[in-house]
């Protein structure tokens, strides 16, 4: 199975594809949370993203498709993977579809998790105030201005492969806004529904 998370800041994808990954055994491909490994471990790439992360900027389509790319080739891929976090430009969905293409892949399902805007800030501080809370490191993009870019590009860059997933025949949108295992429960559903197709 291979499926795509797609939604913007705060709409549960990272939690969602956890829960997809226990469930079915497969992997969660997160470029945040590699981008966020690469910045800890001060490796090239790490530098090169660091400031623009921090920001709340898109880093470069060459560095997270060069990511991607290497990794979907490991071992632990060959029975599928769930991608949160990417693709997040048109470019990297041409992409994305070229790399599955060369292996004669295709992906099972693109699955849009709708949230109201209203509700994405209110989650992410909340997000951040919990994690103070329990003691734990907030993310260094969890702050008003940095969140104001990401929904920017989220809107600028993202949002219209909805629109491509669509006409490819790919997106199946779900409602973000209930409970968690309500969320998960939609998913399945959909997934019921892509290995009947
Ligand atoms: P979010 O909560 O905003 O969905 P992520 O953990 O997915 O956060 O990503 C954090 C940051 O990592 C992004 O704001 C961006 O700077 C960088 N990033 C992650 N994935 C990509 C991608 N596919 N293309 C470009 N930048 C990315």
């Not at 400031?51 to 991607?68: N, P, R, T």
């Amino acid at each position: 199975m291979k499926l795509i998370l797609l939604g913007p800041p705060g709409a549960g994808k990272g939690t969602q594809a956890q829960v997809l990954a226990e469930k079915h055994g497969l992997v969660q491909l997160s470029t945040g949370d590699m981008l966020r490994a690469a910045v800890k471990a001060g490796s090239e790439i790490g530098k090169k993203a660091e400031a623009i992360m921090k920001s709340g900027g898109l880093v470069s389509d060459e560095i997270v498709i060069g990511i991607i790319a290497d990794r979907i080739e490991q071992p632990d891929c060959a029975n599928g993977f769930i991608l949160d976090g990417f693709p997040r430009t048109l470019k990297q969905a041409d992409a994305l579809g070229s790399l599955l293409a060369s292996k004669n892949k295709e992906l099972d399902a693109v699955i849009e998790i709708k949230v109201d805007d209203t509700i994405l800030v209110s989650r992410i501080e909340n997000r951040a105030r919990e994690t103070l809370a329990a003691g734990g490191t907030v993310r260094a993009d969890d702050n008003a201005e940095a969140l104001k870019t990401r929904l920017m590009a989220y809107y600028r860059e993202t949002a219209p492969l909805i629109g491509y997933y669509y006409a490819y025949r790919k997106l199946q949108t779900i409602d973000g806004m209930a409970p968690v295992a309500e969320v998960s429960a939609q998913i399945e559903a959909v997934l019921k529904g892509a290995a009947k197709a």
